[in-house]
């Protein structure tokens, strides 16, 4: 049998030994599996940042990958437990909206399972650990090939938690978005792809207006973080593609005093 990769996101950091008793499960039924950490410092009990994590990276990984998340603000009570199938990819996630951004990228050819708990009960069930109890063996069981069928009922997208994951738009050449995510470096991620800006390949300046803060900052448009100045302000395309507000060498969002979620407002500033 050919290894599969279970890659795994949790809020749950690694000072706890929470990751290591998922793992351990995982291996314990499969000790072939390999295990990727995507990350376990998403933001305590943030969905959000998990969906955004999530639909930013699962392109870069193998075919056949099984993605788990575990950001369960939820965990011990009737939520339901969701296995997402793509042409590509199976996730698995507690139903709370975190997987909804791969579920509308991929429309109709995404199958959604609600999982029957028993039938993958492996260790006694507590109620504030499904990340070990739950999870875990989930993702190891499909790993060893137990068919979706078989471990839970197809539903439809209509009927699982919804995120209101923003769309980004433009009008009268002003470009609306959101932030998505801020990360360890304090660098300001929006959800707008650079692509779909008519205007960035001519301009050299920015002008920004972010939800709740008055007035505008102005950003020089710059290829890479190392082309702003110290203390500069600057705007760039991003690794997935997105447009990213920083400073070179220091914190964007603390500079500005923004969190993941404000609204932006983007327009040409020369």
């Not at 291996?27 to 376990?40: A, G, T």
């Not at 075919?63 to 575990?70: A, D, E, P, S």
């Not at 997105?242 to 404000?262: F, H, N, P, Q, T």
Request: aromatic share 10%; proline share 5%.
């Amino acid at each position: 049998m050919r290894s599969r990769t279970i890659a795994l996101l949790t809020d749950f950091s690694l000072k706890d030994p929470f990751v290591s008793m998922m793992k351990a499960v995982i291996r314990s039924i499969n000790p072939n599996v390999e295990i990727i950490d995507i990350s376990h410092d998403v933001s305590k009990f943030d969905i959000y940042e998990a969906a955004f994590i999530l639909y930013g990276s699962h392109k870069y990984f193998p075919q056949n990958t099984i993605f788990l998340v575990v950001v369960d603000p939820g965990v011990g009570t009737g939520r339901s437990v969701l296995t997402v199938k793509t042409e590509r990819h199976i996730f698995i996630a507690p139903d709370n909206g975190v997987l909804y951004p791969i579920v509308k990228e991929y429309g109709d050819s995404a199958t959604i399972y609600v999982i029957d708990e028993d039938k993958i009960a492996y260790t006694p069930k507590s109620f504030t650990f499904h990340g070990r109890d739950v999870f875990a063996p989930l993702a190891a069981y499909i790993s060893l090939g137990y068919p979706l069928t078989y471990l839970g009922k197809v539903t439809t997208s209509n009927s699982i938690v919804k995120l209101k994951w923003v769309k980004p738009t433009i009008k009268n050449n002003v470009v609306l978005g959101q932030i998505v995510y801020i990360d360890s470096f304090g660098n300001i991620v929006t959800n707008i792809p650079v692509n779909i800006i008519p205007w960035i390949k001519t301009c050299k300046l920015l002008r920004i207006k972010v939800e709740g803060k008055v007035g505008e900052v102005t950003a020089r448009y710059v290829r890479t973080f190392a082309n702003g100045k110290p203390g500069e302000l600057i705007a760039l395309e991003d690794s997935f593609g997105l447009l990213e507000i920083a400073i070179y060498e220091d914190s964007a969002a603390k500079k500005l005093k923004v969190d993941r979620g404000l609204k932006v407002e983007i327009r040409k500033g020369e």
